[in-house]
């Protein structure tokens, strides 16, 4: 089945550590984004990748870093310096930036304590 | 950066009624989707649209594209308990490798 796979499901940090989140499809997209969801809120792009080995900042990149060094691959890393980092992370992919349709992973929720 | 307004924000309805809801933005947008999120699950895409004025349905579900672009609908017949979920409209600005923007979402429940 294709589809993208987000692990873990749930993940739990000590305040101060760094920690990566997997995203991984096997959809053949080239486009790849990062979104932070909170409770009631809307979704908000953390960074996206248009193309395998280049990525661009969202609108809250700060506090986050990422990787494109494999079209199926886009970790997030969500470093120390987040200030508020306990989310729901959703990952998301299109076939490229010029297509219209975007799917969504099962997300992963981070708590930090 | 742009924003997209979904109302209502929450409803509740019996089973078996219809559902209307709706996403407005002040800009023009060329595309629309419309996902569906479980809670804690990711969003599903249930419809996109292409272009001004077009409708779309799947299944029980039925999309417009709003005349001016900068709105869009998503109406639900008959509806039934697995409909509980967060319903999010997302609008592209133009086709040439824009992000989407989302909406806040319009939580709907379904009392049997």
């Known amino acids: 089945d294709g589809g993208i796979t987000q692990s873990p499901k749930y993940l739990f940090r000590k305040e101060g550590q760094n920690v990566t989140l997997s995203c991984e499809q096997n959809l053949n997209h080239d486009a790849m984004y990062w979104y932070r969801q909170d409770p009631g809120q809307g979704l908000r792009l953390i960074y996206y990748s248009q193309i395998v080995n280049d990525f661009q900042k969202g609108d809250i990149a700060e506090g986050y870093s990422v990787s494109r060094e494999k079209k199926e691959s886009f970790p997030l890393t969500v470093t120390s310096a987040q200030k508020n980092p306990t989310a729901f992370y959703l990952c998301?992919?299109?076939?490229?930036?010029?297509?219209?349709?975007?799917?969504f992973g099962p997300g992963t929720r981070l708590t930090v304590t | 950066g742009q924003q997209l307004n979904q109302s209502p924000q929450s409803m509740f309805i019996q089973e078996g009624e219809d559902v209307s809801m709706n996403c407005t933005s002040s800009s023009i947008f060329n595309t629309w989707l419309w996902y569906k999120q479980d809670p804690g699950e990711g969003p599903v895409l249930l419809i996109a649209?292409?272009?001004?004025?077009e409708l779309t349905s799947n299944g029980r579900l039925t999309a417009q594209f709003g005349i001016t672009r900068k709105d869009s609908f998503l109406n639900i017949s008959a509806s039934i308990p697995s409909d509980v979920g967060i319903y999010f409209c997302a609008g592209q600005l133009n086709n040439y490798g824009q992000n989407f923007v989302f909406g806040p979402g319009t939580r709907l429940s379904v009392l049997p």
């Open positions: 998301a992919s299109r076939l490229s930036s010029w297509a219209y349709e975007q799917y």
């Open positions: 649209l292409y272009k001004a004025g």
